[in-house]
């Protein structure tokens, strides 16, 4: 239980991507949760607590950059670290 002290605090908004300046590379040395409105969510690609949305990839559409085009979902957003 001594490593919950070393992990960074959840930043409000953050990205997966790391070409994102919202994305912070040490939180993602442990596993991250979000849930959405109340249910879990494990394809979440960016999310921002204080605005309350999450963007996940579309299944079909892409950009010009074959990137899949991120869908914005509201609500209200938790993220967590999770216990391994």
Known sequence: ???????????DHLAGNPRSPHHVAECFEYPIGIRLNGKERTDVEEYCISEGWVKIPSPKALDRFGQPMLITLKGTVEAFYIDA
């Open 1 to 11: 239980m001594s490593d919950t002290n070393s992990r960074p605090a959840l930043p």
